[in-house]
């Protein structure tokens, strides 16, 4: 078998970049991303290159440098699956919110779904690569689905996880840390692992590409995740300790990060962690060890989560304890939305949480964020289930401006550590709020001193 085409089901935070790289390395290569979202594959096709449906530094470069020669975007699944040799999964697999398993496992709805329609329309033989990042044993799942509902064809199935980061993805995909690629130990299976090599070896050093069985890969995935998230709830979890005892988060992180066996990234203490992966990730973890009755491993890991809403918590009681402990009819302005910068994704971001808590108090938020649009800062306090008054009522406030955000307002929140926040001219900012002026930096972004000088109260974390 040779690779000609390649079709990826999901044109998302992850089919999208990743398609557009490996258009970019294999000229020979035809790429066609495909999505049932109609409204998303146009902004994926426009011209307008400021509104492609993700924003990623450097991935309007790229897809426009490969876009209709030999990367392509659209809504037509079957014939697309039906060309195409090699076939990604990048759906979404969010966390089930119904049945069993409910608030823990993955809901692989799409991913069946995208199973079944390979299965169905396929009439040569396939490789199935699963990209989205799934519990272990889906790729068993994956191959019931389409050996009992295929036409006879045969298909292979890979697991290729994931491990870019929002904001870096370009990066991350252009000079990956390793590739990781599980497949069957049998002699077909192998011969795909091979197939899928080659792909990647066209700019990715063969040593830094890993093979291994189906299983391995899942749960590394899995586990990368947890360990990076761990280290963030650790961290998160002394910064409480920092702030009774007067030692500063920043310099503990330092000296911890010095040690080379622990060295330094992942260490920085936040208002916490949000994004598509992490919380999702770990309580599937949870859930797998609490389904194979391994209590205390479900118990050790599901800890990082609880630390992680502790931490969430812990910052908007911070605000509240602040302004005399009631923020009702006060305004709040809020410095980001999205869970990290350089993304204009908010999915799980700590921002709907603080959002969620102070507005229960009866807070006005004005919000101010430079990438995720209002749509969708609705729609996260929508899917967290916050009262449709508080919005209906013109107590969220979503404003284009920062300096317009700031307004009459009593407090600044910094929930994402956009570098735009450092250059902003804090002693306008100060003039056009209430007195006493706060700022609640969730990230640590700014100089105390620097806007202790202009008059502000500075709280960060864990200082
Ligand atoms: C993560 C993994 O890093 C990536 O390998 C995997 O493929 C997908 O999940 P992502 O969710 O895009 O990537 O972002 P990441 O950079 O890991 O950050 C996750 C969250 O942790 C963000 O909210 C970020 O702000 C927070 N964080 C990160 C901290 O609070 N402190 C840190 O030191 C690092
Ligand atoms: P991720 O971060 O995993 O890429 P996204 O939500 O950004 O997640 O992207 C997943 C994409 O998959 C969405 O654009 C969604 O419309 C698409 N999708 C989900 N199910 C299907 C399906 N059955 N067929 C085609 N596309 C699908």
Same mark, same amino acid.
């Given at each position: 078998?040779?690779?000609?085409?390649?079709?990826?089901?999901?044109?998302?935070?992850?089919?999208?970049?990743?398609?557009?790289?490996?258009?970019?390395? #294999?000229?020979?290569?035809?790429?066609?991303?495909?999505?049932?979202?109609?409204?998303?594959?146009?902004?994926?096709?426009?011209?307008?290159?400021?509104?492609?449906?993700?924003? %990623?530094?450097?991935?309007?470069?790229?897809?426009? !440098?490969?876009?209709?020669?030999?990367?392509? +975007?659209?809504?037509?699944?079957?014939?697309?699956?039906?060309?195409?040799?090699? @076939?990604?999964?990048?759906? #979404?697999?969010?966390?089930?919110?119904?049945?069993? =398993?409910?608030?823990?496992?993955?809901?692989?709805?799409?991913?069946?779904?995208?199973?079944?329609?390979?299965?169905?329309?396929?009439?040569?033989?396939?490789?199935?690569?699963?990209?989205?990042?799934?519990?272990?044993?889906?790729?068993?799942?994956?191959?019931?689905?389409?050996?009992?509902?295929?036409?006879?064809?045969?298909?292979?199935?890979?697991?290729?996880?994931?491990?870019?980061?929002?904001?870096?993805?370009?990066?991350? $995909?252009?000079?990956?840390?390793?590739?990781?690629?599980?497949?069957?130990?049998?002699?077909?299976?192998?011969?795909?692992?091979?197939?899928?090599?080659?792909?990647?070896?066209?700019?990715?050093?063969?040593?830094?590409?890993?093979?291994?069985?189906?299983?391995?890969?899942?749960?590394?995935? $899995? !586990?990368?995740?947890?360990?990076?998230?761990?280290? @963030?709830?650790?961290?998160?979890?002394?910064?409480?300790?920092?702030?009774?005892?007067?030692?500063?988060?920043?310099?503990?992180?330092?000296?911890? =990060?010095?040690?080379?066996?622990?060295?330094?990234?992942? $260490?920085?203490?936040?208002?916490?962690?949000? =994004?598509?992966? +992490?919380?999702?990730?770990?309580?599937?973890?949870?859930?797998?060890?609490?389904?194979?009755?391994?209590?205390?491993?479900?118990?050790?890991?599901?800890?990082?989560?609880?630390? #992680?809403?502790?931490?969430?918590?812990? &910052?908007?009681?911070?605000?509240?304890?602040?302004?005399?402990?009631?923020?009702?009819?006060?305004?709040?302005?809020?410095?980001?939305?999205?869970?990290?910068?350089?993304?204009?994704?908010?999915?799980? !971001?700590?921002?709907?949480?603080?959002?969620?808590?102070?507005?229960?108090?009866?807070?006005?938020?004005?919000?101010? /964020?430079?990438?995720?649009?209002?749509?969708?800062?609705?729609?996260?306090?929508? #899917?967290?289930?916050?009262?449709?008054?508080?919005?209906?009522?013109?107590?969220?406030?979503?404003?284009?401006?920062?300096?317009?955000?700031?307004?009459?307002?009593?407090?600044?929140?910094?929930?994402?550590?956009?570098?735009? &926040?450092?250059?902003?001219?804090?002693?306008?900012?100060?003039?056009?709020?209430?007195?006493?002026?706060?700022?609640?930096?969730?990230?640590?972004?700014? /100089?105390? %001193?620097?806007?202790?000088?202009?008059? +502000?109260?500075?709280?960060?974390?864990?200082?």
């Amino acid at each position: 078998m040779k690779i000609n085409n390649i079709c990826c089901i999901g044109a998302g935070y992850v089919g999208g970049p990743t398609m557009a790289i490996i258009a970019q390395k #294999n000229p020979d290569i035809n790429v066609y991303v495909v999505d049932v979202n109609q409204e998303k594959i146009n902004r994926w096709n426009s011209s307008d290159l400021e509104n492609l449906p993700v924003y %990623e530094p450097g991935l309007a470069e790229v897809v426009s !440098s490969v876009r209709g020669k030999n990367l392509f +975007f659209s809504t037509d699944i079957d014939k697309n699956i039906r060309e195409s040799e090699m @076939i990604f999964i990048s759906v #979404n697999t969010p966390t089930k919110t119904y049945g069993d =398993g409910k608030g823990m496992a993955a809901d692989l709805t799409y991913v069946e779904l995208c199973a079944r329609k390979i299965a169905e329309v396929s009439r040569t033989d396939k490789i199935i690569v699963e990209k989205s990042t799934l519990p272990v044993k889906t790729a068993a799942a994956i191959k019931n689905i389409v050996d009992e509902t295929g036409n006879g064809v045969n298909f292979q199935i890979l697991s290729n996880p994931e491990f870019l980061a929002e904001g870096t993805a370009m990066r991350d $995909l252009e000079v990956p840390d390793r590739v990781l690629i599980g497949g069957e130990q049998t002699e077909s299976g192998k011969k795909a692992i091979e197939l899928l090599v080659e792909i990647y070896s066209s700019w990715v050093p063969k040593s830094n590409i890993l093979t291994t069985n189906l299983w391995s890969s899942e749960l590394s995935k $899995l !586990s990368a995740n947890a360990f990076l998230a761990q280290r @963030i709830s650790s961290v998160n979890s002394l910064s409480e300790l920092c702030e009774k005892t007067g030692a500063n988060i920043d310099e503990v992180s330092k000296a911890i =990060g010095m040690d080379s066996r622990i060295g330094s990234k992942f $260490l920085k203490s936040s208002v916490g962690f949000g =994004g598509s992966c +992490f919380q999702k990730d770990i309580l599937n973890l949870v859930y797998i060890s609490k389904s194979l009755g391994l209590n205390e491993v479900a118990d050790y890991w599901n800890q990082v989560i609880i630390i #992680n809403d502790h931490q969430k918590r812990r &910052f908007g009681n911070n605000i509240l304890k602040s302004l005399h402990g009631t923020v009702a009819n006060k305004k709040i302005t809020f410095f980001g939305w999205a869970f990290k910068k350089n993304t204009n994704d908010s999915r799980e !971001s700590a921002a709907i949480y603080v959002a969620k808590q102070l507005l229960n108090e009866k807070a006005i938020l004005q919000i101010y /964020d430079p990438k995720v649009s209002e749509k969708q800062i609705l729609s996260d306090l929508k #899917n967290l289930n916050v009262d449709m008054d508080f919005i209906n009522n013109k107590k969220v406030i979503c404003l284009n401006n920062p300096y317009d955000a700031v307004g009459d307002s009593h407090a600044i929140a910094i929930l994402t550590e956009w570098d735009e &926040f450092i250059d902003y001219d804090w002693k306008k900012i100060f003039e056009k709020m209430k007195k006493p002026a706060f700022i609640f930096d969730g990230r640590n972004i700014l /100089d105390r %001193e620097s806007v202790e000088n202009v008059g +502000f109260v500075y709280k960060g974390i864990g200082n």
